[in-house]
Structures are given as C-alpha cells and as structure tokens.
C-alpha cells in the first residue's frame, strides 16, 4: 500500500491510500494517521479512489482514527470508495458514522 | 467443479497467502473482482481470527483452508484444531451506535456473515470445521 499526502491552502491533509488496507498495512497507515492528528492536522480526506480492498483491520483503524479526531474538533471524510468497497463500508455501517463523499472537492465542501 | 486447497500455519505472514490463494482461485474460476474480494476479505477475516486468538501454546499448527466451486455454489472451508470458537453464535455488532460508542472489535465475523449466504460452523474430533455458502454472480 501507498499514502501519499497533500495539504492544501485551506489546511485540508488529504491522504490517498491505494492498494491494500489489511493485517499487514494498516498498522503503516494508523501510523501515518496518528502522527498527523499529533502534529495538528484536524481535517482530514481520505481518499480511498485507488484502494482495491480493505479488511476489518482496516476499517478498525477508520473508527479509531475517527474517535481520536472527534472530541479535538476534528473530522475525517472518507471520498471515491469503489462500489465494492462502498458495499463493504455500508455493511459495516460506516455510512451513519463517516461523511463519505464522491469526489476530493465535495469532500473537501464538507470540511469547510 | 473445482476445487483448491492449501495449508498455512498459524503466523501473521501467511495473511498474504491468502490474497493470493483467492485470486488463484478466482483466476481460475474466471471469477469477477468483486467475487474475488469477498473471498480474500472471507479467508483475511477467519484466518487471522484464528491466527490471532485460537491456540494457547506457542507451538506451530496447521490451518486447512478449501475453495470449491459447484455449479453456481462457492464453499468455503476453513479448519483448525485450536480452541473451541464458535463465529456462528458470535454478537452481530450493533451499526446504529453513535461514533463515541461504536465498538472497535467484532467487525470482522459481521463481515462474513453479511459476505456470505451461509455459514456453518461443528466441532468434530479436537477441530473447529466451519462450511461457508454463497451463491456466485449474486451480490
């Protein structure tokens, strides 16, 4: 799995994760996450357009991150899921706890 | 009718083998990627349970994991011969919690449960022996 990470003018920290979010990469990516929380960043994109599959490892570290944003005034939106892994995050029942939204612009709408 | 069969041993390494006994299989099948994920995410989801919580010594054992396709039928089986483990009579989690209460744990058996149109769970002979069923090119 690949992060890359942008911040732009308006101090929204994307991160695009592409590839695989399971058992062996998710601890790179909460780690990723945590120090950017540490450091300041309180609104977070994740784009998730070019990530083929994600496994409840994955999602925990979602809830996690998520729960350590929420009471720092933070939010974290997820944006661009595949359909499959819309599915996946429907039946976990992320739709009632994240913002996800279609495309980095809407989801960066919604931060602001 | 096909069928595919493999051992793995009970380290967090194998978790990648996994990945690619299901896109073996799904290659083979000539399965959709969406079919395929739902295997990966069944055997990631199970296996590493197993991996994770099953065994209380730190001995070596073996975990037999079969893909078999008949007809319009997917059956996945899993079996080990760690601690009784039941993933049938598991909680579902509840989804309509706000995020301060929403658990972190327990998403995994959910997943498969939801993934997956049957599953069967017998313990037999010292193993925990769990049949899974899903009707392929149905969502």
Same mark, same amino acid.
């Given at each position: 799995?690949?992060?890359?990470?942008?911040? =732009?003018?308006?101090?929204?920290?994307?991160?695009?994760?592409?590839?695989?979010?399971?058992?062996?990469?998710?601890?790179?990516?909460?780690? @990723? &996450?945590?120090?950017?929380?540490? +450091?300041?960043?309180?609104?977070?994109?994740?784009?998730?357009?070019? &990530?083929?599959? @994600?496994?409840? @490892?994955?999602? +925990?570290?979602?809830?996690?991150?998520?729960? +350590?944003?929420?009471? &720092?005034?933070?939010?974290? @939106? &997820?944006?661009?899921?595949?359909?499959?892994?819309?599915?996946?995050?429907?039946? =976990?029942?992320?739709?009632?706890?994240?913002?996800?939204?279609?495309?980095?612009d809407e989801a960066a709408e919604t931060l602001r | 009718m096909s069928d595919l069969t493999a051992v793995f041993r009970n380290q967090r390494s194998e978790i990648q083998r996994l990945g690619e006994l299901a896109e073996r299989f799904g290659a083979g099948e000539h399965l959709g990627d969406d079919e395929v994920m739902?295997?990966?995410?069944?055997?990631?989801?199970?296996?590493?349970?197993?991996? /994770?919580?099953?065994?209380?010594?730190?001995? /070596?054992?073996?975990?037999?994991?079969?893909?078999?396709?008949?007809?319009?039928?997917?059956?996945?089986?899993?079996?080990?011969?760690?601690?009784?483990?039941?993933?049938?009579?598991?909680?579902?989690?509840?989804?309509?919690?706000?995020?301060?209460?929403?658990?972190?744990?327990?998403?995994?058996?959910?997943?498969?449960?939801?993934?997956?149109?049957?599953?069967?769970?017998?313990?037999?002979?010292?193993?925990?022996?769990?049949?899974?069923?899903?009707?392929?090119?149905?969502?």
């Amino acid at each position: 799995m690949d992060i890359f990470q942008s911040t =732009s003018e308006s101090g929204i920290l994307t991160l695009t994760l592409s590839g695989k979010l399971d058992a062996e990469t998710t601890p790179h990516f909460a780690e @990723v &996450l945590d120090g950017s929380i540490e +450091r300041g960043e309180r609104r977070i994109i994740l784009d998730m357009s070019a &990530l083929d599959y @994600v496994s409840s @490892v994955g999602l +925990r570290a979602l809830i996690l991150g998520a729960k +350590r944003l929420a009471p &720092l005034d933070g939010r974290m @939106v &997820l944006c661009g899921p595949q359909d499959r892994i819309m599915k996946l995050l429907e039946i =976990s029942g992320f739709t009632s706890i994240f913002t996800i939204a279609a495309t980095r612009d809407e989801a960066a709408e919604t931060l602001r | 009718m096909s069928d595919l069969t493999a051992v793995f041993r009970n380290q967090r390494s194998e978790i990648q083998r996994l990945g690619e006994l299901a896109e073996r299989f799904g290659a083979g099948e000539h399965l959709g990627d969406d079919e395929v994920m739902a295997i990966n995410l069944v055997l990631d989801e199970m296996v590493a349970n197993i991996i /994770e919580n099953a065994y209380d010594d730190q001995g /070596e054992h073996e975990i037999h994991v079969s893909l078999a396709r008949h007809g319009d039928t997917l059956t996945i089986r899993i079996e080990d011969d760690g601690r009784p483990f039941d993933p049938v009579q598991a909680p579902a989690p509840d989804l309509d919690l706000p995020l301060e209460e929403r658990p972190i744990g327990g998403l995994g058996i959910h997943i498969v449960r939801s993934v997956m149109d049957a599953v069967d769970y017998r313990r037999q002979d010292g193993r925990n022996i769990l049949t899974m069923r899903k009707t392929l090119g149905r969502s």
